[in-house]
């Protein structure tokens, strides 16, 4: 869809997946867009069905659209979930790290085991790997032992787990705060400067 390389510093890959969760991964991707990071977008099957469930945006165009066509053509490059062969799946093609938001249950077990079936699950191997940093936002629950046995793993191999569970300390009014709380946090990891959302105190 685009390929464009505008902005400075190392690209941030970001994955959707199934789980519940789209406005996260739409805010999140219209903030990258706005700073103009460069980002490396990877959306799986039930990451676009989920995308069109939960926030009316049926396919790429649609995304495109609502993030700004002019931001995302200038610094999003897309790659099919598929392709284990792109750039995301070789430890030589440098980033700032990987989010996978939201992250399903699914997915979760395949990074923690390493099976690598998609690119998605290929480029957070690949993280893990050369030590850069990978953020999974779940949005599960109840959590079954399972799940929580392998979110243990993947923070063991040294992923860092950011629950899609907003806090309600700074007493959020809409539902667009509550994301914000959540994406304000994944932006934080990345080290990326923003103002998203209001920190304690300020």
């Known amino acids: 869809m685009s ?14 997946t199934g789980a519940s969760g ?34 009316d ?19 999003v490059r897309v ?18 790290g990987m989010v996978i938001c939201p992250c399903s249950m699914g997915t979760v077990a395949a990074v ?23 953020l999974l936002v779940p949005r599960e629950t109840p959590l079954s032992l399972i799940h929580l046995e ?5 923070t063991r191999a040294g992923a860092t787990v950011i629950p899609a569970a907003p806090g309600f300390y700074h007493r959020p009014a809409t539902i667009d705060e509550l994301v914000d709380f959540i994406v304000a946090r994944i932006l934080d990891h990345l080290q990326l400067e923003h103002a998203v959302g209001r920190r304690w105190g300020a």
């Open 112 to 134: 923690a085991h390493g099976t690598s079936r998609s690119l998605v699950e290929r480029a957070a191997d690949v993280a893990l790997k050369e030590r850069r940093p990978l």
């Open 150 to 154: 392998n979110l243990a793993q993947v």
């Open 57 to 75: 945006l049926p396919d790429l165009a649609a995304l495109r659209a609502h993030v700004g066509a002019e931001g995302f053509d200038a610094c």
């Open 22 to 55: 789209a406005p996260y991964a739409v805010r999140l991707l219209a903030e990258l867009v706005r700073l103009r990071v460069p980002t490396w977008l990877i959306v799986s099957s039930h990451g676009f069905r989920l995308l069109a469930t939960e926030s």
């Open 79 to 96: 790659f099919d979930d598929s392709d284990r062969g792109a750039t995301p799946a070789s430890g030589s093609a440098r980033t700032r």
């Open 3 to 16: 390929a464009g390389t505008a902005g400075a510093g190392l690209p941030v890959v970001l994955a959707i």
